[in-house]
């Protein structure tokens, strides 16, 4: 999708934006956008589909007066308590991953949320707009629970985190998050909190943000290479970013098709079926052209393999050239940063001081509206 005006984008994708509030809280008309990743382990071909390329496509459209890439480290502690080595590890793998796939440090500012302690102080005083009750009914969380077997033992921190996330979205007053489907009931939570906090202090200090999601259907949640519904680092189902060639080659060879396609006259069945998923989500037509000439299209693909005389290995090979094809170029931005980690260093630097300086700009006017800015006000 070429995004040439970032006002047309909820008209584009009227049906994954569950807000028209056209922002109305945002005074100056910012065009501003706010998204990141939980940093325990390095990016995968999920990530991208779901909300890297919606990324890119946003900042490189020109249309936005900022937009902040977070490395929510704080957010991955919650669950990671005891391990606190791999997410500091696991920040400088997703920068490496976020400047290989092509974000821009000139356009987009990547930062660490820990290190801005106005997120944490907003955690605070948004807490005491939501209720347990109303945590509790978040079906991100309690698919989150669930995944990770808490059952009672829930640490209040990773239960409070949809609290967390609204103050990094609000502090810097994002109009558009791009992430995936998963998120859409947090970013749900973030416009209640919003409304409860300008409501309750007569206000119109925050902004509602609107979700963007992948227009593409088979990037909504892009299944695993063994059929389960999710890729996933814990799950050991992952095309990763940063994976070689002979990595990919295996993974994709070892991919989940139709297990009763058992010889190439056999009529095959697309549904369920990972190479045509991940088709879906990364050839065009182009791609048939260069790498496949024999068919125009994927629908052409498909319709030979469902009638039989397609065999599997064929079809794996052409999505092998595909995915090699998008991910060769990734691969030699991460090198070049890999040996330049002292610009990766500054880069995140630069970008939580910028960071550091709008948060603490809606900060001041947070306190302001709830008439807690003692010393300000002692002192005129």
Same mark, same amino acid.
């Given at each position: ?51 890297? %390329? ?5 900042? =490189?459209?020109?249309?936005?007066? *900022?937009?902040? $890439?977070? &490395?929510?480290?704080?957010? /991955? ?22 400047l ?20 944490h ?7 005491n707009?939501?209720?347990?009750s ?32 609204a ?27 919003? %409304? ?5 202090? =007569?206000?119109?200090?925050?902004? *509602?943000?609107? $979700?963007? &999601?992948?227009?593409?259907? /088979? ?10 519904a ?37 009529p ?26 024999e ?86």
């Amino acid at each position: 999708m070429n995004v040439n005006n970032i006002e047309n984008i909820n008209k584009e994708n009227s049906n994954n934006c569950k807000s028209d509030k056209s922002n109305k809280n945002n005074k100056n008309n910012k065009k501003i956008m706010l998204t990141g990743d939980r940093p325990t382990g390095k990016l995968h071909l999920g990530h991208y589909v779901g909300s890297i %390329r919606q990324r890119l496509e946003i900042q =490189n459209s020109g249309e936005m007066d *900022e937009v902040f $890439i977070m &490395l929510a480290d704080a957010q /991955a502690l919650t669950d990671n308590f005891d391990n606190p080595e791999k997410v500091a590890s696991s920040v400088i793998e997703c920068t490496l991953d976020y400047l290989a796939c092509g974000i821009d440090p000139d356009k987009a500012h990547i930062f660490i949320q820990s290190q801005i302690r106005e997120l944490h102080e907003l955690t605070i005083y948004y807490m005491n707009l939501v209720t347990v009750s109303r945590v509790q009914r978040n079906p991100t969380v309690k698919t989150e629970i669930k995944l990770r077997g808490f059952n009672n033992n829930i640490p209040v921190g990773f239960f409070t985190y949809p609290i967390s996330q609204a103050s990094d979205i609000t502090a810097f007053k994002a109009t558009i998050v791009p992430v995936g489907e998963d998120q859409e009931p947090m970013i749900e939570q973030t416009r209640e909190i919003v %409304r409860s906090f300008n409501r309750t202090y =007569n206000c119109d200090v925050l902004v *509602e943000p609107e $979700i963007y &999601l992948p227009p593409n259907g /088979a990037c909504l949640r892009l299944p695993g290479i063994d059929g389960q519904a999710k890729m996933s680092k814990s799950l050991g189902n992952a095309i990763y970013l940063s994976d070689t060639e002979e990595e990919l080659k295996k993974k994709v060879m070892s991919m989940y098709t139709d297990p009763e396609h058992i010889r190439v006259e056999d009529p095959g069945k697309i549904e369920g079926n990972m190479v045509f998923t991940y088709l879906e989500a990364f050839s065009n037509d182009e791609d048939f052209e260069k790498f496949l000439p024999e068919y125009k299209n994927l629908d052409e693909l498909k319709e030979h393999y469902q009638r039989g005389g397609l065999g599997d290995v064929k079809v794996k090979k052409f999505l092998l050239k595909v995915l090699n094809q998008m991910l060769d170029p990734i691969r030699e931005r991460r090198s070049y940063y890999e040996n330049h980690l002292d610009e990766v260093i500054k880069i995140l630097e630069d970008g939580t001081r910028a960071a550091q300086k709008v948060a603490g700009e809606t900060l001041k006017e947070v306190k302001r509206a709830m008439k807690i800015n003692y010393f300000e006000e002692w002192n005129k």
